[in-house]
């Protein structure tokens, strides 16, 4: 333990936010780490838990609380408050191939389970370990894991996205021979065309993917598995395949009008502004703008409020977002008890800047759209909408009423579908009769599939999760696959 009453003497000092006004004129990031010396204050408030609820990470009611990589955080809070960054780092990267994407855009399950949130508010873990991240690279001591031998395994990886990567470092790593497959243009999944720059800049993926490439990994993208090279000869020219192609299937809203001009998925809108941002800095206009448009972005989650800090950066005439869920207390609510992630209503940064550029909540709360108006051209038009009662019936499944005499029609010329996702796309496990196992499914090799050798991991298999997951899965495949590839 660093300090002994480091918890008593030193108040939480979070990450400031630059201003939103300002912020909002550019793709930079929002958030700047306090000074390390207040940073060492902070890391003494760790109490070095006897039973660290912190580094634990597990489900509970559903949701992730404590790290699910197990970093060891107490350990360097304690290497923080003492000076020793480098040491810190080294811990870090003992469990934490990526600690800088973490560092920056987890939704920090560590501090909702940490023990200090009980005595006042949680160690600000998450900008620690950024901070820690950041001067490793400053003082040059991340530097490519190259193998010192070389197994003459091969190993072929579907994605490039934070499972991908993180498998591709590790079985790298034990000296296999490793390809990443990518389709798209660039590699980082959805650390470069899903999370908007403003939460991670390009560089910050770049830099680590170059230090990748540097430690052996060969990258190949525009390359689509099953459409532009089949999966099958992949099979034959690789000794085992890990399938990471993430849960990119959108979730639709099926109501009247759904044909309409101007209705896009989120991802079509948040990929086609950061490629056209990367490509020509939006010179080339090949992006779905909300310029000077009433939009509403329908959804509750974090895609849907990355939609809303994309519409304001775009300058757009007004904002809405639908949430089908009513409005959260300010504390904990009954049945959601210490260490569950808590369930309490957040301003999230693009809510603040809402806030900041039209004076109001940009959410409209326990409301869904009913049908979508178009114009005599198709063009959408507005939203028709609804109040929305949600009832848990004793089977504890949510059932949704819409509360009559509540429709209200709201101007609209862009609607943002971000109702959640449905899965990995299909049609790779089907052409090449692939199953993988249910993740309630109690198996030997849960990453691995009914073809031996070919394993899957990240949000593919999980789902729609987070970046913390698709990590820690990406290394527990990867010493899944090594332990194939070893004994065949
Ligand atoms: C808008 C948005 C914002 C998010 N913000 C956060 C956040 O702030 N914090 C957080 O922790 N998590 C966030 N997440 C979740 C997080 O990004 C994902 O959980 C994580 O990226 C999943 O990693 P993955 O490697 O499994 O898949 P992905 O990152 O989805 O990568 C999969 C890759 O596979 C490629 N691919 C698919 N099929 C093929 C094929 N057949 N051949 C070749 N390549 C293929 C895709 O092009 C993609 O690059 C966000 C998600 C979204 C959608
Ligand atoms: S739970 Fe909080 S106080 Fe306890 S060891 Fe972890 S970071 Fe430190």
Same mark, same amino acid.
Request: proline letters at 5%; hydrophobic letters at 35%.
């Given at each position: 333990?660093?300090?002994?009453?480091?918890?008593?003497?030193?108040?939480?000092?979070?990450?400031?936010?630059?201003?939103? /006004?300002?912020?909002?004129?550019?793709?930079?990031?929002?958030?700047?780490?306090?000074?390390?010396?207040?940073?060492?204050?902070?890391?003494? *408030?760790?109490?070095?838990?006897?039973?660290?609820?912190?580094? #634990?990470? $597990?489900?509970?009611?559903?949701?992730?609380?404590?790290?699910?990589?197990?970093? /060891?955080?107490?350990? +360097?809070?304690?290497?923080?408050?003492?000076?020793?960054?480098?040491?810190?780092?080294?811990?870090?990267?003992?469990?934490?191939?990526?600690?800088?994407?973490?560092?920056?855009?987890?939704?920090?399950?560590?501090?909702?389970?940490?023990?200090?949130?009980?005595?006042?508010?949680?160690?600000?873990?998450?900008? %620690?370990?950024?901070?820690?991240? @950041?001067?490793?690279?400053?003082?040059?001591?991340?530097?490519?894991?190259?193998?010192?031998? *070389?197994?003459?395994?091969?190993?072929?990886?579907?994605? $490039?996205?934070?499972?991908?990567?993180?498998?591709?470092?590790?079985?790298?790593?034990?000296?296999?021979?490793?390809?990443?497959?990518?389709?798209?243009? *660039?590699?980082?999944?959805?650390?470069?065309?899903?999370?908007?720059?403003?939460?991670?800049?390009?560089?910050?993926?770049? *830099?680590?993917?170059? /230090?990748?490439?540097?430690?052996?990994?060969?990258?190949?993208?525009?390359?689509?598995?099953?459409? @532009?090279?089949?999966?099958?000869?992949?099979?034959?020219?690789?000794?085992?395949?890990?399938?990471?192609?993430?849960?990119?299937?959108?979730?639709?809203?099926? &109501?009247?009008?759904?044909?309409?001009?101007?209705?896009?998925?989120?991802?079509?809108?948040?990929? $086609?502004?950061?490629?056209?941002?990367?490509?020509?800095?939006?010179?080339?206009? #090949?992006?779905?703008?909300?310029?000077?448009?009433?939009?509403?972005?329908?959804?509750?989650?974090?895609?849907?409020?990355?939609?809303?800090?994309?519409?304001?950066?775009?300058?757009?005439?007004?904002?809405?977002?639908?949430?089908?869920?009513?409005?959260?207390?300010? $504390?904990?609510?009954?049945?959601?008890?210490?260490?569950?992630?808590?369930?309490?209503?957040?301003?999230?940064?693009?809510?603040?800047?809402?806030?900041?550029?039209?004076?109001?909540?940009?959410?409209?709360?326990?409301?869904?759209? &009913?049908?979508?108006?178009?114009?005599?051209?198709?063009?959408?038009?507005?939203?028709?909408?609804?109040?929305?009662?949600? %009832?848990?019936?004793?089977?504890?499944?949510?059932?949704?009423?819409?509360?009559?005499?509540?429709?209200?029609?709201?101007?609209?010329?862009?609607?943002?579908?971000?109702?959640?996702?449905?899965?990995?796309?299909?049609?790779?496990?089907?052409?090449?009769?692939?199953? %993988?196992?249910?993740?309630?499914?109690?198996?030997? #090799?849960?990453?691995?599939?009914?073809?031996?050798?070919?394993?899957?991991?990240?949000?593919?298999?999980?789902?729609?999760? /987070?970046?913390? +997951?698709?990590?820690?899965?990406?290394?527990?495949?990867?010493?899944?696959? #090594?332990?194939?590839?070893?004994?065949?």
């Amino acid at each position: 333990m660093g300090k002994e009453t480091g918890f008593i003497d030193y108040k939480r000092q979070p990450a400031t936010y630059r201003e939103p /006004l300002q912020r909002l004129k550019d793709w930079k990031e929002i958030s700047t780490l306090p000074p390390s010396r207040d940073l060492v204050n902070q890391a003494a *408030r760790c109490m070095d838990c006897g039973v660290p609820f912190c580094q #634990n990470g $597990s489900v509970l009611s559903g949701m992730t609380t404590g790290c699910p990589l197990y970093n /060891l955080i107490p350990e +360097w809070n304690e290497l923080v408050y003492r000076g020793n960054w480098k040491e810190a780092y080294l811990r870090l990267s003992k469990t934490n191939p990526f600690p800088e994407f973490t560092g920056r855009a987890c939704p920090a399950p560590c501090e909702a389970g940490c023990v200090a949130s009980l005595y006042e508010s949680s160690v600000t873990i998450k900008n %620690i370990e950024w901070a820690i991240i @950041d001067k490793a690279f400053e003082e040059g001591w991340v530097t490519p894991k190259i193998p010192n031998n *070389r197994t003459g395994k091969k190993v072929a990886i579907i994605g $490039s996205g934070p499972a991908g990567l993180a498998s591709a470092s590790e079985l790298n790593q034990y000296g296999h021979s490793v390809t990443v497959f990518e389709r798209s243009d *660039r590699i980082g999944g959805l650390l470069t065309y899903g999370i908007p720059k403003m939460k991670i800049e390009q560089h910050v993926v770049d *830099r680590r993917i170059n /230090l990748l490439k540097e430690s052996g990994i060969e990258f190949v993208t525009n390359t689509e598995i099953g459409k @532009d090279y089949p999966l099958e000869t992949l099979h034959s020219e690789y000794d085992s395949v890990i399938i990471c192609t993430g849960a990119t299937k959108p979730r639709d809203l099926v &109501v009247d009008g759904r044909e309409l001009e101007g209705i896009h998925y989120a991802m079509d809108y948040l990929h $086609s502004n950061t490629k056209s941002m990367l490509d020509s800095n939006f010179e080339d206009g #090949n992006f779905i703008s909300a310029e000077g448009k009433d939009v509403i972005v329908i959804g509750g989650g974090d895609t849907a409020t990355d939609c809303v800090s994309t519409a304001l950066r775009h300058n757009c005439k007004s904002l809405v977002q639908f949430d089908i869920y009513p409005e959260r207390s300010g $504390s904990r609510p009954e049945g959601n008890p210490w260490p569950e992630y808590p369930l309490i209503h957040k301003l999230d940064h693009g809510h603040e800047e809402a806030v900041a550029k039209f004076g109001k909540e940009p959410r409209s709360f326990a409301t869904s759209a &009913v049908e979508f108006v178009g114009d005599e051209y198709g063009q959408l038009a507005g939203v028709k909408s609804a109040e929305i009662k949600t %009832i848990v019936n004793e089977n504890g499944e949510k059932i949704r009423e819409k509360v009559p005499g509540t429709e209200k029609f709201w101007p609209a010329q862009l609607v943002l579908l971000a109702v959640g996702f449905e899965g990995m796309e299909r049609e790779l496990l089907e052409h090449s009769n692939l199953e %993988i196992p249910k993740r309630t499914d109690q198996v030997e #090799n849960r990453y691995g599939t009914n073809k031996a050798g070919t394993f899957i991991a990240g949000d593919a298999r999980r789902g729609s999760s /987070l970046i913390v +997951w698709a990590i820690q899965e990406g290394k527990e495949v990867a010493a899944a696959c #090594n332990e194939y590839v070893m004994n065949h």
